[in-house]
């Protein structure tokens, strides 16, 4: 079978770090992504790792450990819109993407 | 001008009926997704099209028809609407061919289908 596991939710407040995990047991693996989705809008982009290592896009970071089978999206200086569901997603089959069940993130004043 | 479209963006319908949603990306990528939303907020893919090929089409009951009559557009017809369909339809678009794929989706909207 196919899994990615992340937590269901984290709280944290304005200014914070937040790291969010993802554990992935997939069939094939080509690159981990990470998306944002607000309540009520469409998921969008954040960051892609195909290779080891860390991706830094602005407050947003991301790491990737293919041995581990690990990933990790890191948000920087945190920012009330910066609530929101956070999804890993893995592409097993070169643009198939298998998405995690996403992390409700909740920031506090 | 919206990247990836879709109409409608909610349908509200009875039980048995038979719907549509139309999507359409004017980012000249050659692969399009119907991806499904349930009430947790899990996205599941249920099919792909690259350059208007079926590419990938995940365990859905065949009540659920996509169709792509040019790379630009993906239809998803269902058939006999069940109260378990109710959820948000998302369209997706990549460009997957030349060996450049980034991991990277474009969403539409979605469309919240709600079956009574």
């Known amino acids: 079978g196919q899994s990615l596991e992340q937590p269901s939710e984290v709280t944290a407040v304005e200014g914070a770090i937040v790291q969010i995990n993802c554990t992935y047991q997939t069939s094939g693996f080509y690159g981990l992504s990470w998306y944002q989705q607000h309540d009520g809008g469409a998921p969008t982009f954040l960051s892609y790792n195909a290779l080891d290592g860390l991706e830094e896009t602005g407050r947003f970071s991301s790491f990737l450990s293919r041995s581990d089978s690990y990933g990790y999206l890191l948000l920087q200086e945190l920012q009330m819109k910066d609530s929101a569901s956070y999804f890993c997603?893995?592409?097993?089959?070169?643009?198939?993407?298998?998405f995690g069940q996403g992390t409700e993130l909740s920031v506090k004043p | 001008d919206t990247a990836v479209s879709q109409t409608p963006k909610y349908l509200v319908t009875q039980m048995g009926n038979d719907k549509s949603i139309k999507c359409e990306q004017n980012l000249g990528h050659d692969t399009m997704y119907w991806y499904k939303q349930d009430s947790k907020k899990f996205l599941k893919i249920m099919f792909s099209y690259n350059n208007k090929e079926l590419i990938i089409n995940e365990t859905v009951p065949n009540r659920f028809s996509p169709k792509s009559p040019d790379k630009a557009h993906l239809n998803l017809h269902i058939n006999s609407l069940e109260l378990g369909d109710s959820a948000v339809y998302f369209c997706?678009?990549?460009?997957?061919?030349?060996?450049?794929?980034?991991?990277?989706?474009?969403f539409g909207e979605g469309s919240r289908l709600t079956v009574l």
């Open positions: 997603a893995v592409d097993n089959q070169g643009g198939k993407l298998i």
């Open positions: 997706a678009s990549s460009h997957i061919g030349g060996g450049g794929n980034t991991g990277e989706l474009f």
